[in-house]
């Protein structure tokens, strides 16, 4: 480990140097480095590019398919290539408007033309066959894709967001162009996280593509399959922190601007409403351990921190409230009787281990119109906004509707019984490196 450290530490400096001296080689010779191989027995190496937790699917994909030497590497590095290859004219670009302006047009080619031949020595140095990314919308994958593609580079996309209510698709097309990405996807395959996402994209008139659309699941939620999660029993209530804004950002009541100009300062009073009755519930039950994960965490302290100085003042501290940043969802979710999530991942995580899960309720805000992930799975959707419901939701005792809660994985995460990282790493195998392997 600490030889790894030293090696990350010179190859990060010797990709300042390459920049200084705008020398693909040494950039070639710096990413090398910093994709050190946790693997090494692998017949044909790629390089994934992770940020946050992709690391994880990374590191489940080099498990269950050794012969793909996974070499990992932070999208931070390419952003830091680009911002010094493109230069202060990248002021002002975004996902959103990459593909709508030409301003931009003569940076994008230097990094272009730096990164292509970057990767042509790459291939030399390490044997490189490919590469794997996390998502690709991101700025600094967008020419990567297309130095890829000039090279003749495979590039392979695991898509880790897009889990939208489904019956919002018409909403997310007017929000998703404007706001996120509008261009060009330049891969072979995109593995998506279910059906419903690759069908957005496909249907999607703002994305051009020829990439294969394949719904795979999500690689590091094959851990929740693989493990005794299930049969563990956990006495914790844990709440993956919540913003109804960001929820809700798409939805035609919010996007472009609010219908009801009062709406998102109603949603925010609503919601301290509900953190509210978790604390207060927290304070009552000192032996019960609640734990609050929050993303980011700022955001979350802002809505309950006056709360929690409140309730300490009156309950002598609250000993069993934690408020992190930090830990893995599945271990959070092993110690968890009851999970409060609003439509996320962690949604799907929770009943794929078969913890309850309570929605925060919002209800009056949307009347008539979809805005959980429970529409299509009734007997799942238990909402919350009372102390009453929540002390109710945690005694209770009852299994969760075996078949509806499948139904519901299966939906969100493509499948419930084949792992995902299985199903990554086949197609890979199919689509890349079958020559190299025999």
Known sequence: MKRLRLVHRAAARLLRLSLAFSSPLLAALAIAGLSWPRNRSGTATFLAIYKDQFEEDVALLSQVAPEIGLRPISLYFFKQIFRSVAGRSLRGMTESNYYSSGDWDQAKRRYRRFLAPTLRHLRRLIGLRGIISCNFNYIAQQELAEACREIGLPLFVILKEGMIVPERQADWYRYYPGSYFSGRIAAQAVFTPNAYVARWISEAPFIETNAQLIPAGIPRTDAYKTSRIRE???????????DPIFSFRYFSEMYPTPADPAL???LREHTRLLYRTILEFAASHPNVPVVIKTKPRSLVEKAIQ???????????????????NSGHAIDLIAEARVVIALNSTTVAEALLARRRVLTPDFSEFFLGSAWHYFHQ??????????????EAAMARDDELPEAEAKA??????????????????????????????Q
């Open 377 to 390: 799975f009734p007997s799942l959707l238990q909402t919350v906004r009372t102390l009453e419901e929540l």
């Open 264 to 266: 998102p300062q109603r």
């Open 408 to 437: 519901f994985v299966e939906r969100q995460l493509a499948f419930d019984d084949r792992l995902a990282s299985e199903a990554v790493a086949g197609d890979i195998k199919r689509m890349a490196v079958s020559d190299a392997l």
């Open 306 to 324: 006056p709360i929690v100085d409140e309730l300490r003042s009156h309950h002598n501290g609250i000993p069993n409230l934690v408020v992190t």
């Open 232 to 242: 563990r029993h956990g006495n914790s209530l844990l709440v993956f922190a919540f």
